[in-house]
């Protein structure tokens, strides 16, 4: 019995050709030949020819043309191949070489022009189809010039080609091409590239998921011909009515057949006809639901051809019934398992013209759909950092971007963008933000009177900071007084020089990325004028002995309730670590922005890849859309919020424990604590304006990527230091004081708060007017037109809170007001 080309389409039978046995000198006899001899062992592998009954006309007319899905099927894989560009390299990864030519003659002829007839993208689409429909594979001819250059690639159609076995032992002898004159032509091997689907048992046969889906595609077609028939040759009325004629003429009759007639522009009218003398008799034929059912001949038809193809319903055009989770696995699905090994299939035919190490692919650098694994690991690893279990760099390495290798990205953030906060002294200790409780609280622990905690920075490992030196002091002996360390400090000028306290406070100012402002630093510089070295000592004694000799210039304290500079210190040291950590990683997020594909997509920046790649531009950089400030913004605000928060619930418990000896925190105080991070969110805001502004005017020029990079790095050499110094002593001054007026406000107005300078020559002149003016609380201070609750008064005009260091004293008294 002769063999069809798809087991389900009976019509389309077609003899196999045969094929004559080859001559053979020696050995196994028949239709054979020899493939290889290894070892003393002879493999025979038998050629059946099992391509020669695949009429590939007829499948394309039968089941191509007329099957929707199959059609639809072959198109969807095809269609990559020919709007990918091809790409020659080595080195890399899975989707990007490390290396690439620019030069060789199968990128002109795989993406520009294959031949004189067909594009580059013709002749791929081409190509993918006939390895997807022929049974033999498909085969291309290659045309080299005297060079050996390829100069252009010809589709040869496959049911014209047939290989000839070698019947002494090799491989392949040559191609039989059959011109459409009759004429045959003997190609060299070294001329033709076969491409096929491996068949398992038979080198000389491919396969195609069209065979497995044959009697799928027999089906589709037939059972939508049968409608189609049905349709076109139901001859049948949709009813009979039987009259007597007997008693009619026939212009009764021909009136009873106007009545009666049909038409689509009568369907479904309801006709009523009067009975004659005869009688009528009426009798439905109309047509009822087929026992075929179409419907679900149809959905299981289109299943199994897809199925076959390896291609999701959404694919071809109908996401319907499918979350957008759901149709986006699907796409992955089609280019993981479907359309990758098809597109490693076509560029592998052409490797054997490339030198050792260099391998030819098509580029899907560009795919969406490839992204969904990388994606995922992002996500994973973005978690793994908000956790605190890797650094900034270890994730950019997972995401494919360079590392920053700073300080700050090398770090692990047990919450992002701030510093760690320890539970106890011993935590403290350990982490390296410490300090002496004479200095304050300790980092991270409230102190006794309610004063916020602070949260610094941990500095560099190695035991050289500040911490560390007071560690290492409260291990040692106690020895002698803070009045006899002084007075021997002053009897031995000349000796040797050890670490003191002030040497390990120099050395941990130098830790600290910015300093901090403040009192506490102009105590430190004073300790530094005022203590000589010394030969040896008691590091913890050498701290008190400075402290001793500090002349602080706080006005005397009254009975009540003032805040001091280390509440204002403490606050703006956190600030200042939080903000440090912030643009660091800002000016990171902004410059790898700036090398981004995406962003550079369409500009002056973009390097062509190839003389086909459409994606080079003449335009600037978006500026505003790199630098993403509304969004750095809201990140801003969220990073401050909770160290900010902290310090307001402290400073209201402390005041409100002072004045009612009861420690509450009142909504204002929370409230003051969101004006400042709000009033940073917009700092920062228009410090990135500026930004954008930056890489504008850097582009109205000729320029490099480099120097935008450039330009950006400047910026933040050049405004970052100066910008959080202020922007944490205003949130500071602004939060510490805002907590305690609120706390004030909420025990009633019996509350007295006298507003307090610095007494230096920083004060402002309308603040040194206000200096011990009392009021009740709640009751604002009047300032040149212009309205102050407190000190550092975020809504007030800036001129009058920027770089404000005031500060109120709270005590309990009458309810009239006083002033001094």
Known sequence: MPRQFLPGLRRLLVARVPVPP???????????????????????????????????????????ERSIWTFKSVEAISKHPGALAVEIGRGGDERQFAETLTDHPLLHVLNVQANPLERATVFKKRLSAQLLLSKKGAFVEITRSRGGTITRLD???????????????????HFEFTTYDGRIRELDPSRVVWLRDPHPTDPFCGVTPLEAAGLSVDLDVKARTYNISFIDNDARPSGIV?????????????????????????????????????????????????????????????????????????????????????????????????????????????????????SLRFNTSTVEALEFPRRQRREEARAEWNAGLITVDEYREIAGR??????????????????????????????????????????????????????????????????????????????????????????????????????????????????????????????????????????????????????????????????TDSDFDTASAAVTAALSALLARQEGVITARLHAP???????????????????????????????????????????????????????????????????VPLGAAAAALAATTLAGQAVLTLLSDLADALHTAQLEPGTLDELTDTVASFYRSRTAKFVTL???????????????????????????????????????????????????????????????????????ADLTVRCRCRLRYRAGPTTEETH
Not at 159 to 166: A, L, S, T
Not at 765 to 781: C, F, R, V
């Open 242 to 358: 039987g009259i007597d004629v007997d008693g009619l003429d026939q212009r009764e009759i021909d009136r009873i057949q106007q009545r009666l007639a049909p038409g689509a522009q009568h369907a479904g009218e309801t006709v009523v006809v009067g009975s004659g003398p005869g009688g009528l008799q009426y009798v439905d034929t109309s047509t009822r639901p087929r026992d075929m059912n179409y419907e679900t001949l149809a959905n299981t038809a289109k299943d199994e051809i897809l199925s076959a193809f390896g291609v999701p319903e959404s694919v071809v055009g109908n996401a319907s019934e499918r979350t957008y989770a759901n149709a986006d696995r699907e796409e992955w699905n089609f280019w993981q398992h479907t359309e990758l090994p098809h597109l490693s299939l076509l560029a592998s035919a052409f490797d054997l013209d490339l030198d050792d190490g260099w």
């Open 22 to 64: 080859l001559e053979e000198k020696s050995g196994p006899t028949g239709n054979a030949y020899v493939s290889m001899t290894y070892a003393g062992t002879t493999n025979v592998w038998g050629t059946e020819n099992r391509a020669a009954g695949w009429d590939l006309d007829r499948v394309i007319q039968e089941g191509y």
């Open 598 to 664: 995406k962003t550079r997509k369409h500009t002056r920046y973009w390097q062509p890849e190839s003389t086909t790649d459409l994606r080079h531009g003449e335009g600037p950089i978006d500026g505003a859309r790199v630098v993403g400030a509304a969004r750095w913004e809201e990140e801003t605000t969220s990073t401050l919020n909770p160290i900010l928060q902290q310090v307001a619930s402290a400073t209201a418990g402390a005041l409100s424990k002072s004045v009612t000896g009861t420690a509450t």
């Open 155 to 173: 589709l040869l159609p496959p049911n014209r080609v047939e290989p000839i076995p070698d019947p002494h032992g090799d491989y392949l002898s």
């Open 402 to 563: 360079r590392p920053f290798n700073v300080a700050h990205t090398r770090a692990l953030w047990i919450s992002p963008q701030k510093a760690p906060v320890p539970a106890n002294e011993q935590d403290a200790a350990a982490l390296g933000v410490a300090q002496d409780p004479a200095a304050g609280t300790a980092a991270g622990l409230p102190g006794a009177d309610g004063t916020p905690p602070a949260i610094a920075p941990s500095g560099p490992a190695g035991g050289d900071s500040a911490a560390d030196a007071v560690a290492e002091a409260r291990a040692q002996d106690q020895q002698g007084t803070a009045s006899s360390d002084v007075a021997a400090a002053g009897d031995m000028s000349g000796a040797a020089d050890v670490e003191s306290a002030a040497t390990a406070v120099d050395q941990a100012r130098v830790n600290v990325p910015l300093a901090l402002p403040g009192d506490a630093a102009d105590d430190v510089s004073a300790a530094r004028s005022t203590i000589e070295r010394r030969s040896s000592g008691d590091a913890a004694a050498d701290v008190d002995a400075a402290r001793s000799g500090i002349e602080h210039k706080e006005l005397p304290h009254e009975e009540g309730f003032e805040v």
């Open 727 to 797: 922007l944490a002593e205003s949130c500071a001054v602004a939060t510490v004081n805002g907590a305690a007026d609120a706390a004030a406000e909420s025990t009633g107005p019996s509350v007295l708060r006298t507003w307090i300078t610095r007494g230096d020559t920083r004060v402002r002149p309308e603040h040194q007017k206000l200096n011990g003016t009392t009021l009740p609380a709640g009751t604002p201070y009047a300032v040149d037109g212009s309205r102050l609750r407190y000190p550092g008064d975020p809504f007030a005009p």
